[in-house]
């Protein structure tokens, strides 16, 4: 992935073309898996949305999340 995956990367994750038949949970409140550490599942490819702006939306919901958490966020 030249000039996408570098040491500097914060986030690399896949993106899908279709609406997921299935959902990976996710807890309601921190939106993190319940078994897996700092994975956070969203957007359409983990079955949270059904479009390209519901996506986004769910998305930036994590994003700012995870910056309150490491306070990166106010």
């Given at each position: 992935m030249?000039?996408?995956y570098t040491n500097?990367?914060?986030v690399v994750a896949t993106e899908s073309r279709t609406s997921s038949p299935?959902?990976?949970?996710?807890?309601?409140d921190t939106l993190n898996h319940p078994q897996i550490t700092n994975l956070?599942?969203?957007g359409e490819g983990?079955?949270?949305a059904g479009g390209i702006v519901?996506?986004?939306m769910?998305?930036?919901?994590?994003?700012?999340?995870v910056?309150?958490?490491v306070g990166l966020h106010r």
């Open positions: 030249k000039g996408y500097e990367a914060v299935v959902r990976i949970p996710r807890n309601p956070y599942p969203c983990a079955g949270y519901s996506a986004a769910d998305g930036e919901r994590v994003a700012v999340l910056a309150k958490k």
